[in-house]
């Protein structure tokens, strides 16, 4: 029996599994897919190529975790090589022909460790058998077999350092030391895997880029910006080692393609390439034949302006032969004769082919997702309203198959992050959430990523304000359209999306008819206090970018809704990974316990083998039924 006193947070407050079965019960309905259709794991996903092109890589579910398994192209014959039980594996790639790498945390907590393993399944080895800490990739350094580079906060909790790793015996070599008083939050090597830049952080809020010719030299600073000022070096150009290929906003506000000289600290000539709506997302290169293929961004789906031509023709063929599919490469052996190819659309989670540059042929792997009909799925369609301040807010529209105009439930879904962004793409949640008759409305709030550097601006100290009259003017526009009931519209989100949960039933009470709020922030104060030790060297990026709890402690108060619960008015349902390193338990405590003292009964889901959001099978089953419950008792 478990020590209740041992487990994070306040036990006492988690409701009881009967509860929360009796939640669940309240779905009835005979449906064509269960929860289990839309969140089993896949049979075969994530996809890799060894190095020499006779091996595949993939994850397939061994006693409902993800591991990995080997197969032999030339003879079919497959070898599972890994046996985790308690947790999926997070990432692996192949080192060499010979020698997988993968990452593993515990419970959700984060902290990552670096495994290696041979295709055959012998010689494992934990390679960073370090607790509490976490490991980063910088470069699998694909030209040399026995080594990698790694980051890791093994010195010090809030700082990586670069080491070069061992991935037999785990022997490290650190390559550079990084500085508590001006922190390097991320390093770049060059295409013969020496690490020849870095970027720190001064002030809290002031970015540095630093190079250095070799790694015997001492790294130089190249430019100093305020962290809104982004300059983004994607990889180091094939000819002048002292270039690099980059995505840019330095005085404009959209990030844009350019050449950036490092030993002259400037951008040559114009921009390479840009987009007048969007920034530029993704610089993409033949690493085989040393030019720049292609760059990507995304506007309402994702888009490719291709610099070569032989990539922009298999990229045409791939397109006629997949047509209606969203396409991208996903690996490649190291001659680029083999590719791997994963396809989408917004109601299939697609399939994975292999393609022959040599004999041009183009062969079916594996559907990700074949128990469920792309025809019975909903689109998500592209959309756009104007906030009560006239910026214009981009999002995405799922409606159910049987949707009555002016009669549909709504679920309302702001995103995580909330410097990330919606893309248009299959989501499983949504597309539950619609098979059960609901409308969905995503928006990109001001503070979503790729609308440019004033749209992210616009967001700033604006929790609870501005960023919230985003999302309740989407609920608005659904109004006025008559796409959704008035008085059957929810809100749920995730992370800062549970934030916004949480202040849409704070401070637009009569708004909604329920709502879930899954691992959000209830108190800015204490969400401060409990981020993980790595993101200390960037608080004050964060006092910018949320709010100082001394200097706009009012702003703050105000934008918190553990100090407003008295307004609540709606049914709320609140979620939690119990090993949360980024929203921790307490914030859902918190929330919890203030309604609970005031006489409202809060259904309060934790587990206790999670962190920031549900991984597991067993617990993405039930976390869904128990908001289908929910959501049925309050909207139907």
Not at 36 to 61: C, H, M, N, R, V
Not at 449 to 464: I, L, P, Q, V
Not at 599 to 625: L, Q, S, T
């Amino acid at each position: 029996m478990t020590d209740s006193s041992k487990l994070p947070g306040n036990p006492a407050l988690v409701t009881s599994d009967s509860i929360l079965h009796e939640i669940a019960s309240q779905e009835q309905g005979d449906y064509t897919y269960s929860v289990e259709d839309f969140f089993k794991t896949p049979l075969q996903s994530g996809y890799t190529i060894s190095p020499d092109g006779q091996y595949l890589a993939y994850l397939s579910p061994y006693q409902q975790r993800k591991n990995i398994f080997i197969k032999n192209i030339s003879d079919n014959s497959i070898v599972q090589i890994t046996f985790e039980e308690d947790r999926d594996i997070s990432g692996y790639f192949w080192a060499n022909n010979q020698r997988i790498i993968y990452l593993k945390d515990t419970g959700g907590d984060e902290n990552f460790k670096l495994f290696g393993v041979n295709k055959d399944g012998k010689e494992p080895i934990d390679l960073t058998p370090y607790d509490k800490v976490t490991v980063q990739i910088i470069d699998d350094l694909e030209d040399h077999e026995d080594f990698i580079i790694i980051g890791m906060n093994k010195n010090n909790p809030q700082l990586f350092d670069p080491y070069r790793l061992n991935i037999h015996t785990g022997e490290l070599v650190q390559l550079a030391e990084n500085d508590p008083t001006a922190p390097i939050g991320s390093w770049m090597t060059d295409h013969e895997g020496l690490l020849r830049l870095a970027i720190r952080t001064e002030n809290g809020t002031e970015t540095v880029i630093m190079y250095r010719k070799t790694e015997s030299d001492d790294f130089q600073d190249v430019i100093k910006t305020d962290f809104t000022e982004e300059l983004e070096p994607a990889f180091f150009d094939f000819n002048e080692p002292h270039i690099v290929y980059a995505l840019s906003n330095l005085g404009r506000d959209k990030k844009v393609m350019v050449k950036y000289d490092l030993e002259a600290g400037c951008e040559m000539g114009q921009p390479i390439f840009q987009h007048e709506d969007v920034d530029l997302g993704g610089i993409h290169y033949s690493r085989k034949r040393k030019v720049l293929t292609a760059v990507s961004y995304v506007s309402d789906k994702r888009y490719r302006h291709f610099f070569d031509a032989e990539m922009e023709a298999l990229f045409q063929m791939l397109e006629e032969q997949l047509p209606g599919r969203e396409i991208s490469i996903v690996d490649s052996d190291k001659e680029e004769e083999t590719f791997l190819i994963r396809t989408y659309t917004d109601r299939s989670l697609g399939s994975y082919y292999m393609y022959s540059k040599v004999d041009q042929r183009l062969q079916k792997m594996a559907d990700v997702s074949p128990w469920l009909s792309e025809e019975e799925m909903s689109n998500m369609e592209a959309i756009t309203y104007t906030s009560r301040d006239g910026l214009e807010i981009n999002g995405y529209l799922t409606l159910p198959q049987n949707h009555v105009a002016g009669k549909t439930p709504f679920i309302v879904l702001p995103h995580g992050g909330p410097w990330v962004r919606d893309v248009w793409g299959y989501h499983p949640e949504v597309q539950l959430f619609a098979s059960r008759g609901y409308g969905v409305l995503q928006m990109n709030y001001r503070g979503s990523t790729g609308y440019g550097k004033d749209f992210w601006r616009a967001s700033f100290k604006e929790w609870g304000r501005k960023m919230q009259d985003d999302i309740t003017d989407g609920v608005a526009w659904l109004i006025d359209e008559n796409l959704a009931d008035p008085k059957k519209v929810a809100i749920y989100g995730g992370s800062y999306g549970g934030y916004a949960t949480l202040a849409g039933v704070t401070f637009t009470p009569d708004l909604y008819a329920c709502a879930i709020d899954y691992v959000g922030v209830s108190n800015l104060f204490t969400f401060m206090t409990t981020i993980p030790p790595y993101w200390e060297p960037f608080l004050a990026m964060m006092y910018e970018m949320v709010g100082h709890p001394e200097k706009d402690e009012e702003r703050m108060r105000g934008a918190s809704p553990i100090f407003h619960v008295d307004k609540i008015k709606a049914p709320l349902l609140v979620i939690q990974g119990a090993n949360d390193p980024r929203v921790n338990i307490d914030e859902s405590d918190q929330i919890v316990s203030e309604l609970r003292g005031i006489g409202v009964d809060v259904p309060y889901m934790v587990k206790y083998n999670e962190g920031h959001g549900f991984r597991n099978e067993e617990n993405r089953f039930e976390v869904y039924k128990v908001m289908l419950g929910f959501l049925a008792k309050y909207l139907k």
